[in-house]
């Protein structure tokens, strides 16, 4: 009995030993950071100068007076609306036609995805390139069917759909989770549906679906995420402007302009904890309406 | 009768559906790689055929013919078609052209033609052969332009520092959490997980502040150092559902062998789960070499430039090249590549791990 003890609490030393990196990590890098983060939204600091306790003021100043912030949330979320829905029906329907037990699923998969991996800095600059007005291929394209294209990141409102068309080119990861998912369906609730007569619709609609939904569910929530946090690609194209007209100045981008253009390091810090709560907010509304469209099997048996 | 005949439109549907799957799969492969393709055809362009109106995909470059130690580009007259030399331009678009003739013009002539004429710009066309400008990749990868080797060693000693720090720490922590019971486990385990939703905006200005403090600015340890702390939610979370698969019998007879925990981490558990170690060393790999955000606020001297960040600073000077950034931007994309084609397995399984938590 006391033998087993001695070796539990000797489990559990170890055990704290183990995490031990992460614990202090956490207390260093994230718990410490964030509580003075928090500290810090309520004051007014350029990091030059300890920082100056004004209450609510950047808060305030926020909400009721700042244009740009308004221009950035706006940004962000036309991005967003666009970006994940586009962003699931195109990965998704790439995944459906993959299931199909097509030849060269290796090949395709590989196509799909690698621009998923390449680093954001470089697939900036190619797309500004692409999207070039005079010169870019998207446009010579067009005009060789006779169209004549936009002025894409020229035209303030043109650069935010050209940047959807840029993220459904790295579409790819979402497009593997959702083979992955297809893939785990099995195939005797398509049988079982073929004998009840479905059609591919129904059997989609009926099958497919329900049973990949925790799936969309998920990427849904991380697409929420990863949308509000759209930096690189618009920093790289604008130069960090968020030009033209402020219409691609994303949420993050701003933030990061308060901070290191205007050390405005007390308003950037409440901007972060605004989009921590906006993120927050939309994940737990996703999470609620999850519960009359996401289908768990083990909710069924129990 | 009836299930035979079943059978067979079920057969039939689904040879129909592969094919439009097929047709519908490689135009999106061929959309896919126009990018790609006109990434690489631009890099190997001169600057005279960048900026033109129509599509060409086929680099091309201009012809000269060499007259004694002289090189002289060859125009072609858009009226009737005659090759000629350029000898000078003159104000108000106007050209001194000496004709040589109908026939494609040999490389080296003794002299230049006599038949000298003063043409409008319009009035000509550059004669241009298909041909690739190899030179850009040169030019644009040696300094001053782009000190390509100095930033790529820098990239690596960001990228390697911290695989390996994340591949160690996220290990031990993930070990830890999977094979050892200790008080509010999993409470802390709900820790890990709920900084994986944190937005890094909400810690990035304190950070900032406190490695500055410590006079880390301008070195590469903001961008290293924490990676040795299992600061990824994500890899602690992978490497513990790999880890809580392996058999738990195994520690149990390691340890009435004796084994410490240390040794039934690094004997027992790691040599098991190599699939999802590489898996995070790749995905560490990829975020420290894509990296863009932490380079641009923690460095400051252009010595210290990672690829990603030269390349930003390499457009900002150099708006006009886009050959040249062209093919800055490739080479910056190949190590990727080359990566993916070796260890494709490794990216599939991570994202699927990934996306599986649902």
């Not at chain 2, 047709?23 to 190997?44: E, K, Q, R, Y």
């Not at chain 2, 062209?326 to 190590?335: E, F, G, H, K, R």
Request: hydrophobic fraction near 50%; aromatic fraction near 14%; glycine fraction near 8%.
């Amino acid at each position: 009995m006391r033998r087993s003890s001695t070796l539990l609490r000797r489990e559990a030393l170890d055990g704290f030993l183990f995490i031990s990196p992460w614990i202090i990590g956490f207390l260093l890098f994230t718990l410490g950071p964030m509580a003075y983060s928090l500290y810090a939204s309520f004051c007014d600091w350029d990091m030059l100068h300890p920082p100056r306790w004004v209450g609510l003021t950047n808060y305030r100043q926020m909400f009721t007076d700042d244009f740009r912030f308004a221009k950035s949330l706006g940004v962000t979320l036309k991005y967003s609306a666009m970006a994940l829905p586009l962003g699931v029906v195109t990965s998704l329907g790439i995944a459906i036609l993959l299931n199909q037990k097509v030849k060269g699923l290796t090949f395709f998969r590989a196509i799909y995805y690698i621009p998923a991996i390449l680093p954001g800095v470089a697939v900036a600059m190619l797309w500004k390139w692409i999207f070039n007005p005079e010169s870019g291929v998207i446009n010579l394209l067009l005009a060789r069917l006779g169209i004549n294209g936009p002025g894409w990141f020229t035209d303030p409102a043109w650069a935010v759909p050209a940047l959807v068309i840029m993220s459904l080119w790295g579409a790819g990861a979402g497009m593997i989770i959702y083979l992955a998912g297809l893939q785990s369906v099995p195939t005797q609730l398509y049988e079982a549906a073929e004998i009840d007569g479905a059609g591919a619709w129904m059997k989609f609609r009926s099958v497919t679906l329900p049973m990949i939904s925790p799936t969309i569910f998920f990427n849904v929530v991380m697409g929420i995420i990863g949308s509000f946090q759209v930096f690189t690609s618009a920093f790289v194209i604008t130069g960090g402007a968020g030009s033209p007209a402020y219409s691609t100045l994303f949420y993050v981008l701003y933030l990061y302009q308060k901070a290191f253009n205007y050390f405005a390091m007390g308003y950037a810090c409440a901007l972060a904890w605004v989009l921590f709560l906006i993120i927050l907010t939309l994940t737990l509304i996703v999470f609620w309406s999850g519960k009359h469209w996401v289908y768990y099997e083990a909710e069924r048996k129990g | 009768m009836r299930a035979g005949e079943l059978a067979r439109s079920r057969r039939r549907q689904e040879a129909i559906a592969r094919a439009v799957a097929y047709v519908i799969l490689v135009a999106g492969a061929a959309a896919i790689m126009v990018p790609f393709v006109w990434m690489v055809s631009t890099s190997l362009k001169d600057k005279d055929q960048l900026f033109t109106r129509e599509l060409q995909w086929i680099p091309t470059l201009p012809v000269t013919v060499q007259v004694t130690d002289q090189e002289y580009n060859v125009y072609t007259s858009l009226s009737d078609g005659r090759y000629g030399l350029l000898l000078e331009r003159l104000p108000a678009g106007k050209m001194r052209i000496a004709w040589l003739g109908k026939e494609r013009p040999p490389e080296t002539l003794a002299r230049v033609p006599d038949d000298v004429e003063t043409v409008l710009e319009e009035q000509v066309a550059q004669y241009r052969r298909p041909g690739a400008r190899w030179s850009n990749y040169r030019e644009a990868l040696t300094p001053p332009n782009f000190r390509f080797l100095l930033y790529l060693r820098n990239t690596l000693i960001i990228t390697i520092a911290a695989l390996v720090g994340q591949v160690l720490s996220c290990s031990l922590v993930a070990f830890g959490f999977a094979r050892l019971r200790f008080p509010a486990r999993g409470p802390l385990f709900i820790m890990v997980l709920a900084t994986m939703m944190l937005p890094a905006q909400v810690t990035m200005v304190p950070l900032f502040k406190l490695f500055v403090t410590v006079g880390w600015y301008d070195t590469f340890l903001p961008l290293t150092v924490p990676a040795f702390f299992a600061t990824s939610g994500f890899f602690v979370f992978l490497l513990r559902q790999y880890f809580m698969g392996i058999p738990l019998e195994m520690d149990e007879a390691a340890r009435i062998d004796g084994a410490s925990s240390w040794q039934i981490y690094h004997r027992v558990v790691l040599p098991q789960a190599r699939a999802a170690v590489a898996t995070v060393a790749i995905f560490s790999f990829m975020a420290h070499w894509n990296d863009f955000l932490g380079p641009l606020i923690y460095l400051g001297s252009p010595e210290l430039r990672t690829l990603s960040l030269a390349l930003y600073a390499f457009q900002g000077e150099h708006s006009v090249d886009i050959q040249l950034l062209m093919a800055a931007a490739t080479v910056v994309m190949l190590p990727l590549l080359v990566l993916f084609a070796v260890a494709q397995r490794y990216f599939i399984q991570g994202v699927v791990i990934s996306g599986v938590k649902g």
